[in-house]
C-alpha cells in the first residue's frame, strides 16, 4: 500500500478502534471490548509504524475528550484510570504486529495467530501490571488477565482471517 492511502487509512482504523470498543462487556475494573482486534488488525494491515499511528491517534481523541473508549468514555483522566495499562500497551502492539508479520516466515496463518496470541498476551501483561498497582498482583490477574485468556485467542485468529482477506484488496496489497 502506497503512503498517502495508508495515511488516509489510518484514521479510518482509529475510528474502527472505536467502534469496537463500544462493542463491550462490562466487568469490573475493565470491560471486556473488541478494541484490541483493531489495535493488531491496524498493525497487521498498515505495518508497524501506520498501525502504531492509528492505534496514537485514538488515543488521542480519547484524551480529547471525544467518547471513544468503552462505554463512550473519554478524558485524559482515563489514562490514570483502571484500563490506562492496556490503551498505552496498544501502539506498542501495534507497531509490533506489524514489523513482524511483514516478515515472511509470520506470514502464516499459524504463525500470523502465534503473533497475534503474543501481542495479545503483551497487552495483557500491561495492563495488568498497571492494575495490579491498586489491586495488588494477585487480584489484578484474576480481574485483569485471566477472564481475557479466550477472548484473546478468538480475536487473534479474526484478526488473521481479517488482516488476509484485506490483503486481498488491491488497495491493500503491499
Do not use: N
Not at 503512503?3 to 462490562?26: G, S
Not at 484474576?142 to 488497495?171: E, H, I, Y
Request: hydrophobic share 65%; proline share 7%; with cysteine.
Amino acid at each position: 500500500m502506497k503512503a498517502p492511502l495508508r495515511l488516509a487509512v489510518v484514521p479510518a482504523f482509529a475510528l474502527l478502534m472505536a467502534l469496537c470498543a463500544q462493542v463491550a462487556v462490562p466487568m469490573v475494573p475493565v470491560p471486556m471490548t473488541l478494541q484490541t482486534f483493531a489495535v493488531l488488525l491496524a498493525g497487521a494491515v498498515l505495518g508497524g509504524g501506520w498501525g502504531a499511528a492509528a492505534a496514537l491517534l485514538y488515543l488521542a481523541m480519547a484524551a480529547l475528550g471525544l467518547p471513544v473508549l468503552s462505554e463512550g468514555g473519554s478524558g485524559i483522566d482515563r489514562f490514570a484510570g483502571p484500563t490506562a495499562g492496556y490503551l498505552l500497551a496498544f501502539p506498542i502492539a501495534a507497531l509490533a504486529v506489524g514489523e513482524i508479520i511483514r516478515r515472511p516466515a509470520f506470514r502464516g496463518p499459524f504463525a500470523g495467530v502465534i503473533v497475534m496470541v503474543g501481542a495479545h498476551l503483551f497487552i495483557l501483561a500491561v495492563g495488568t501490571l498497571w492494575l495490579a498497582r491498586g489491586l495488588g498482583a494477585p487480584a489484578a490477574v484474576a480481574a485483569g488477565f485471566t477472564p481475557f485468556l479466550a477472548g484473546a485467542g478468538v480475536k487473534s485468529v479474526a484478526v488473521v482471517a481479517c488482516a488476509a482477506l484485506l490483503r486481498r484488496l488491491p488497495a491493500f496489497r503491499s
